[in-house]
C-alpha cells in the first residue's frame, strides 16, 4: 500500500501517576531519520522507541515528543521509616544526656533527616510500559494517515499516466501525417528552387529524414515506463526510490521527443508530457 511519508499524529493516556502525551510529525526525507524529546524519567527507553519507529516506518524524518503531566502533589502519599526515627532519637537521647543544657528537639527537625519521611513513588516501571503502549497507538493512527495521504497520490498518479498515455497515442497517430506532410514540404522547395530531382534520391532523403525524426522507440519507452509505474504503486512495500528513478527515465524520453520534433504536434506533446511528469514527481517526493 502506498504510503505518504508527511504525517502527523497526538495520542494521551491518563495513568493513575499521571498524563502521557505522545506527538508524531514526519516529513519526505531520503532516508529515516528519528529525532526525541523525553521528561527525564523516560530517558532509558530511547532505544525501544526507535526501535519501534523502525519497525512501522521506512523512510521519512520523524520527530517525536513525549510529554508528562505528573499528578498534583495534593495526591501524594508519605509513610514514616520508624525503624530509622526510632534510632535517631536514641541517637538524639544520648547527645542530650551528655549536654549541660539541651536544646528540645523538634519533630520538623527529625522528618528533614534522609529518609524518615519517604514519598510514595510511582511505578517507574508501569509508567514506561504505558509510555510504550501509547507510542504504538500513535504509531497506529500516523501510518493510517500516511496511508490515506498515499492513496491519494496514487489516484493522481494513476491520472497523470492515462495523460502522459494520451499523448502518447496523439503523437503516435499522427507519425504518418508528419512523415507526409515533410514529404510534400521537401517537394514544395525543390519545386520553388525550380531544381530538378531524382525520384529515388528523393525518396532517399525522405527515408532518411524520416530515420532522424523516428520517434517510435521513445513512444514504446514511455509506454512501458507507464506500465511500470502502474505495476510499481500495486506493491505492498516502500516504493518511492523506485518511483523516483522512474520519473528520471520519463524525463528523459520526453526529452528526446522534443529534440527529435519537426512539427507543433510532437512538440506540444513533449512539453505537456515534461509538466505532468514535474507534477508526479513532486508527489512521489512524498511518497515512502
Known sequence: MIRSMTAFARQELKTPWGVLCWELRSLNHRYLEVSLRFP????ALETRVREAIGARLRRGKVEGTLRYQPVAATHTEFSLNEELLRRLLEVNSTIEGMMENPARTRSIDLLKWPNVLQVEEHDIGQL???AVSLLEATLGEMVETRQREGAMIKGLTLQRCQDIRQQVELVRGQLPAILDAQRKKLKARLEELELKFDSARLEQELVYLAQKMDVQEELD???VHL???ERVLEQDEPVGRRLDFLMQEFNREANTLGSKSVDATTTRASVEMKVIIEQ???????IE
Not at 40 to 43: M, Q
Not at 280 to 286: A, D, H, K, T, Y
Open 40 to 43: 527525564e524519567e523516560f530517558r
Open 128 to 130: 514506561q510500559a504505558e
Open 221 to 223: 519507452r514511455l509506454l
Open 227 to 229: 506500465e511500470e509505474v
Open 280 to 286: 508526479m514527481r513532486e508527489q512521489i517526493q512524498n
